[in-house]
């Protein structure tokens, strides 16, 4: 957190913001390079969408929590999703049978393998809706933000809005 406050950061945690800042040039040196356009898919389209609004320096700055922050969250939101989907019978039985549509079965050697199509993955609702439900409540990562209106005063309007559906 000390790093992010932009209060002294070399002075107050030196070896923090030294690697940071490491970390930083290098996704710079690769940018430049046009590196991303070997990365994967997700990569090319964050990195395509971020070169709209921001500099290379401030994408490069973005990359480095960026990747930590997906690090963070894989193991625990596999986790919760397995749990979600498993403490519930019906759910358990509906992605069941969403993912034994989207498999494969072949038996190589004595041995049964089978093969999930990955690209098929995400067009199943209810596990796409286990993950982010998993994602919304379960993270773990803190994202700083900023407030961009005088957020009481808000509130309070919000609350003498009458909601029409």
């Given at each position: 957190m000390m790093l992010m406050s932009g209060f002294l950061p070399g002075l107050l945690t030196p070896k923090g913001y030294a690697g940071r800042e490491k970390i930083i040039?290098?996704?710079?040196?690769?940018?430049?390079?046009?590196?991303?356009?070997?990365?994967?898919?997700l990569t090319k389209a964050r990195h395509k969408v971020l070169q709209r609004y921001f500099s290379a320096e401030d994408i490069a700055s973005h990359e480095c929590v960026n990747g930590l922050a997906i690090l963070l969250n894989s193991v625990p939101i596999a986790f919760w999703t397995i749990y979600h989907i498993s403490s519930d019978q019906e759910v358990l039985k509906i992605v069941r049978h969403h993912v034994e549509t989207i498999t494969t079965v072949e038996e190589k050697g004595g041995k049964i393998f089978r093969a999930i199509d990955l690209a098929r993955l995400e067009a199943l609702p209810i596990l796409a809706s286990v993950v982010q439900e998993s994602l919304r409540f379960r993270t773990t990562g803190v994202e700083p933000r900023m407030a961009m209106e005088n957020v009481m005063q808000a509130t309070v309007i919000s609350q003498r809005t009458p909601v029409t559906s």
């Open positions: 040039e290098i996704f710079q040196r690769d940018f430049a390079a046009k590196d991303t356009e070997t990365a994967s898919i």
